[in-house]
């Protein structure tokens, strides 16, 4: 089956510590993007990356950090300087077609602080 | 600045209602027009999309047309569903290779028998 796959489904943060989120995709997209979705509000970009070895800030990106090392694979760290971590974590890639471009989503990621 | 306008929930209808969720948006260019529907605790899934002016989109009885002329891309559905609750998300992305994504502010439609 293709898809996006993130793991874990809910993750619990102890303060001062950093945490991993992970994203992968076996869809063969160029590009990948991670948003943050707070209760009964809408998305918001963190970071987005369309090519391998190469990503760029979002809206909202700091106390974050991301890696992408592998077209397959986007984790985002969510450091100790984020400061209200605890919040819905969705990625996305996406593909052109035609010069549209169209994002599928994952299932997301629950962080929680304790 | 670009920006996606959705009417505000929550919209509450009986099992068989017409629904209709309003969206516009602002933009240059010629963008693409998405909806976006999320269930409770999952991702978004997508939903239909259209392209260009005059396109409508359509997937599991939804209904969306691209009206340039409006600036609009309003959700349709004949006879909704218990299953359809949801919160439901306007979407756009300018042409031309890959561009941000703006979303609109969700709208959430419960269907209650």
């Known amino acids: 089956d293709g898809g996006i796959t993130q793991s874990p489904k809910y993750l619990f943060r102890k303060e001062g510590q950093n945490v991993t989120l992970s994203c992968e995709q076996n869809?063969?997209?160029?590009?990948m993007y991670w948003y943050r979705q707070d209760p009964g509000q809408g998305l918001r970009l963190i970071y987005y990356?369309?090519?391998?070895?190469?990503?760029q800030k979002g809206d909202i990106a700091e106390g974050y950090s991301v890696s992408r090392e592998k077209k397959e694979s986007f984790p985002l760290t969510v450091t100790s300087a984020q400061k209200n971590p605890t919040a819905f974590y969705l990625c996305?890639?996406?593909?052109?077609?035609?010069?549209?471009?169209?994002?599928?989503f994952g299932p997301g990621t629950r962080l929680l602080v304790l | 600045g670009n920006s996606v306008t959705q009417m505000e929930g929550p919209v509450t209808l009986s099992e068989e209602a017409f629904l209709t969720i309003n969206c516009t948006y602002t933009a240059t260019g010629y963008p693409s027009l998405f909806w976006y529907v999320q269930y409770p605790g999952e991702g978004l899934q997508l939903l239909l999309k259209?392209?260009?002016?005059?396109d409508k989109g359509s997937n599991k009885g939804f209904e969306a047309t691209y009206r340039k002329e409006t600036t609009s891309f309003h959700l349709e559905k004949g006879s909704v569903q218990v299953s359809d609750s949801a919160v439901y998300f306007c979407?756009?992305?300018?042409?031309?290779?890959?561009?941000?994504?703006?979303f609109g502010t969700g709208t959430k439609l419960q269907v209650i028998p």
């Open positions: 259209a392209t260009k002016a005059d």
């Open positions: 869809l063969n997209h160029d590009a």
């Open positions: 979407a756009y992305t300018d042409s031309g290779g890959y561009q941000k994504v703006t």
């Open positions: 996305a890639s996406s593909i052109l077609a035609g010069g549209q471009e169209t994002q599928y």
């Open positions: 990356s369309q090519i391998v070895n190469d990503f």
